[in-house]
């Protein structure tokens, strides 16, 4: 577990100092996180680093979680998807067992604060049990296309809060509440993107059976249409008739047929084009993912919607320029033409990929200012003291 | 040694976005709603982009230029956007009503090109400041130029700009130096600093070379 003084090492000069000084003006105050568990999403690795940073600045920090039965738990995911603009929403009556069973949560749960922070849609009805403190929705997605009567149900429970906060701009639906902007970041110290030595690189490599003996071009990402890791082959492809290079896809698949679909024609793809890896790799595989990232050339995020992906973020931090689609938080994370470039094509992609082939000096120096700017812009002490000036606001 | 009737007190802040779910998706709408949106977006979206912006960034001068660039590919607005500096307005409505004007007569001149898609519109957002005092004060003129040297950049931008334009607790550079220390000569050369199209970082390079010549002078 990393304490506050040591991203003294990591972050720009004076931001920890900074960080603490935000603090004083929240010593004290009781702060509960709620969310729907303590894996896989991105609030919760966030939490993971946060919380103990913030108990150790001396306040008084929480994390619970809600549960239920198995009715639940689809009703959630059906809900969550819905918020993110899926097709299909949860019914009426499934958001009604969702909402009874979130109320005995709440008699459960220790529910006192001064702040309460709600993540994401599964805990969100929670706030029908508030009696003291300030209340938070905090939401981790795009929610500009949700489902519209998805969305007038769920914001009964929405508008009961005193705020909400979204990741980017233009994230929000309509509500009746201040809502807030906060963009996520990454933990420099998290095995997805701590330091490892250049053995453990080849290591781990090898063990992906990823050779390094040529130009290694990466994109990590679910194995989804959204993420187009069919484009970013045909990009490859045109790369690959003037470059001799390499290309790994590695990411998570789910067990929709969609996806398995995309995976089984990536994987006749690579079967036939011995330079094209595949990886499947379960979601906690940050060792992987970081080894893989260091040992890319250039990294590619060619998202056709990308919600905040922080895979940007977490390649120009290990120094890799960043060939990312022109969507949500990508846009706001890669600098055009300083750590890397936007495209909006296959070939826009191929194009800026043999751009940085042909001018290979181009590559560190975009490296190095992608770590600056995350340094600047993208690191969790950025996000504490956004987090702590929140607090302030709301507790003024 | 002068020693000011009053300390300074340095200050930092963060800036907590807050979007105004008002959004524009081509340049008629951005007018619209320019003329509409609260004094405090118009400030957030020109004199706050001197927060956001840094070294690494593209200068385009305030957001409104930035998104006729980069979402509407409008080169001519942009660069007529880009080229106003909002501190050479008295108060945040005559910028607005320039702002205003320039879309207007560019709309005059020009076809509005396609709407945009929702995530590439201009959502418009406002700012609360939230200051940090830093622990740092200074009575004296060498004591301000050690605090000046080293406090977070953001300091910088509350003491120099957002003092300027809306009231804070903490004290503008200039006031400080001509109601706490009597250096009214020294206060008027940090308020012809001009932040605009610059970076904060630059900024203090400038301050902090006419407080050594101040001292050089043997005027602290």
């Given at each position: 577990m990393s304490?506050?003084?040591?991203?003294?090492?990591?972050?720009?000069?004076?931001?920890?100092?900074?960080?603490?000084?935000?603090?004083?003006?929240?010593?004290?105050?009781?702060?509960?996180?709620?969310?729907?568990?303590?894996?896989?999403?991105?609030?919760?690795?966030?939490?993971?680093?946060?919380?103990?940073?913030?108990?150790?600045?001396?306040?008084?920090?929480?994390?619970?979680t809600t549960g239920g039965d198995a009715g639940y738990y689809a009703t959630a995911r059906a809900l969550q998807a819905a918020l993110e603009g899926a097709e299909r929403g949860p019914s009426e009556e499934g958001l009604a067992r969702w909402a009874d069973m979130n109320r005995l949560n709440g008699k459960?749960?220790?529910?006192?604060?001064?702040?309460?922070?709600?993540?994401?849609?599964?805990?969100?009805?929670l706030v029908s049990a508030r009696n003291d403190g300030r209340w938070v929705w905090r939401c981790h997605v795009d929610c500009s296309g949700a489902r519209a009567d998805t969305w007038t149900s769920f914001r009964q429970f929405a508008d009961?809060?005193?705020?909400?906060?979204?990741?980017?701009t233009g994230f929000e639906s309509r509500l009746d509440i201040p809502m807030f902007v906060v963009?996520?970041?990454?933990?420099?110290?998290?095995?997805?993107?701590?330091?490892?030595?250049?053995?453990?690189?080849?290591?781990?490599?090898?063990?992906?059976?990823?050779?390094?003996?040529?130009?290694l071009l990466v994109q990590i990402g679910p194995f989804a249409r959204a993420h187009d890791p069919l484009g970013v082959v045909d990009a490859y492809r045109l790369v690959k008739q003037h470059h001799d290079v390499r290309?790994?896809?590695?990411?998570?698949?789910?067990?929709?047929?969609?996806?398995?679909?995309?995976?089984?024609?990536?994987?006749?793809?690579?079967?036939?084009?011995?330079?094209?890896?595949?990886?499947?790799?379960?979601?906690?595989?940050?060792r992987q993912i970081n080894a893989l990232q260091r040992a890319a050339t250039i990294v590619l995020q060619k998202s056709l919607r990308a919600w905040f992906d922080l895979g940007p973020a977490e390649a120009m931090w290990k120094g890799k320029p960043v060939v990312g689609g022109y969507t949500g938080g990508l846009a706001q994370q890669i600098i055009p033409n300083v750590t890397g470039y936007t495209v909006h094509s296959i070939e826009g992609a191929a194009f800026r990929i043999r751009h940085l082939l042909n001018n290979p000096e181009l590559i560190p120096r975009m490296g190095a200012a992608g770590r600056e700017h995350v340094r600047r812009s993208f690191l969790i002490t950025r996000q504490l003291a956004d987090e702590l000036a929140l607090a302030i606001h709301l507790l003024r | 040694m002068r020693t000011a009737a009053h300390p300074l007190r340095f200050a930092g802040c963060v800036e907590l976005r807050q979007t105004l779910d008002v959004h524009a998706h081509d340049e008629r709408e951005l007018m619209s709603r320019i003329a509409e949106v609260p004094a405090d977006s118009v400030y957030f979206h020109t004199f706050g982009y001197f927060l956001r912006h840094h070294p690494l960034t593209t200068a385009y001068g305030n957001d409104f230029a930035r998104w006729a660039a980069l979402e509407i590919g409008d080169r001519a607005l942009a660069e007529r956007l880009a080229v106003v500096d909002p501190f050479a307005f008295p108060r945040l409505?005559?910028?607005?009503?320039?702002?205003?004007?320039?879309?207007?007569?560019?709309?005059?001149?020009?076809?509005?090109?396609?709407?945009?898609?929702?995530?590439?519109?201009?959502?418009?957002?406002?700012?609360h400041i939230v200051e940090v005092p830093l622990?740092?004060?200074?009575?004296?003129?060498?004591?301000?130029?050690?605090?000046?040297?080293?406090?977070?950049?953001?300091?910088?931008?509350?003491?120099?700009?957002?003092?300027?334009?809306?009231?804070?607790?903490?004290?503008a550079f200039p006031t400080w130096l001509r109601d706490g220390l009597g250096m009214p000569e020294l206060a008027e050369r940090f308020e012809r600093v001009d932040p605009y199209l610059t970076t904060l970082e630059r900024v203090r390079g400038r301050l902090l070379g006419f407080v050594d010549e101040a001292l050089e002078d043997g005027r602290g």
């Amino acid at each position: 577990m990393s304490r506050i003084d040591d991203y003294r090492r990591v972050a720009g000069p004076g931001a920890v100092d900074f960080v603490l000084r935000l603090a004083e003006q929240v010593q004290g105050r009781r702060v509960l996180h709620v969310t729907g568990g303590r894996l896989g999403s991105g609030a919760a690795e966030t939490l993971r680093a946060t919380v103990p940073i913030l108990a150790e600045l001396g306040i008084d920090t929480r994390w619970e979680t809600t549960g239920g039965d198995a009715g639940y738990y689809a009703t959630a995911r059906a809900l969550q998807a819905a918020l993110e603009g899926a097709e299909r929403g949860p019914s009426e009556e499934g958001l009604a067992r969702w909402a009874d069973m979130n109320r005995l949560n709440g008699k459960k749960l220790d529910l006192g604060a001064d702040l309460i922070s709600v993540h994401d849609s599964q805990p969100a009805s929670l706030v029908s049990a508030r009696n003291d403190g300030r209340w938070v929705w905090r939401c981790h997605v795009d929610c500009s296309g949700a489902r519209a009567d998805t969305w007038t149900s769920f914001r009964q429970f929405a508008d009961q809060f005193d705020a909400a906060v979204f990741p980017l701009t233009g994230f929000e639906s309509r509500l009746d509440i201040p809502m807030f902007v906060v963009p996520p970041s990454i933990d420099p110290f998290a095995e997805r993107n701590r330091d490892l030595t250049p053995r453990e690189i080849t290591e781990i490599l090898g063990g992906l059976g990823v050779a390094r003996d040529k130009p290694l071009l990466v994109q990590i990402g679910p194995f989804a249409r959204a993420h187009d890791p069919l484009g970013v082959v045909d990009a490859y492809r045109l790369v690959k008739q003037h470059h001799d290079v390499r290309l790994a896809l590695a990411g998570t698949a789910d067990d929709g047929p969609e996806q398995l679909e995309l995976l089984t024609r990536l994987r006749e793809i690579a079967r036939d084009d011995p330079d094209v890896v595949v990886l499947e790799l379960p979601a906690e595989a940050h060792r992987q993912i970081n080894a893989l990232q260091r040992a890319a050339t250039i990294v590619l995020q060619k998202s056709l919607r990308a919600w905040f992906d922080l895979g940007p973020a977490e390649a120009m931090w290990k120094g890799k320029p960043v060939v990312g689609g022109y969507t949500g938080g990508l846009a706001q994370q890669i600098i055009p033409n300083v750590t890397g470039y936007t495209v909006h094509s296959i070939e826009g992609a191929a194009f800026r990929i043999r751009h940085l082939l042909n001018n290979p000096e181009l590559i560190p120096r975009m490296g190095a200012a992608g770590r600056e700017h995350v340094r600047r812009s993208f690191l969790i002490t950025r996000q504490l003291a956004d987090e702590l000036a929140l607090a302030i606001h709301l507790l003024r | 040694m002068r020693t000011a009737a009053h300390p300074l007190r340095f200050a930092g802040c963060v800036e907590l976005r807050q979007t105004l779910d008002v959004h524009a998706h081509d340049e008629r709408e951005l007018m619209s709603r320019i003329a509409e949106v609260p004094a405090d977006s118009v400030y957030f979206h020109t004199f706050g982009y001197f927060l956001r912006h840094h070294p690494l960034t593209t200068a385009y001068g305030n957001d409104f230029a930035r998104w006729a660039a980069l979402e509407i590919g409008d080169r001519a607005l942009a660069e007529r956007l880009a080229v106003v500096d909002p501190f050479a307005f008295p108060r945040l409505d005559a910028l607005r009503d320039h702002l205003v004007a320039i879309l207007g007569d560019h709309l005059q001149r020009h076809a509005v090109g396609g709407r945009l898609e929702f995530d590439r519109a201009f959502h418009f957002q406002r700012s609360h400041i939230v200051e940090v005092p830093l622990g740092l004060g200074a009575a004296t003129l060498a004591e301000f130029r050690a605090g000046l040297a080293r406090v977070d950049e953001s300091a910088i931008y509350l003491h120099t700009v957002e003092t300027r334009v809306r009231a804070r607790r903490a004290e503008a550079f200039p006031t400080w130096l001509r109601d706490g220390l009597g250096m009214p000569e020294l206060a008027e050369r940090f308020e012809r600093v001009d932040p605009y199209l610059t970076t904060l970082e630059r900024v203090r390079g400038r301050l902090l070379g006419f407080v050594d010549e101040a001292l050089e002078d043997g005027r602290g």
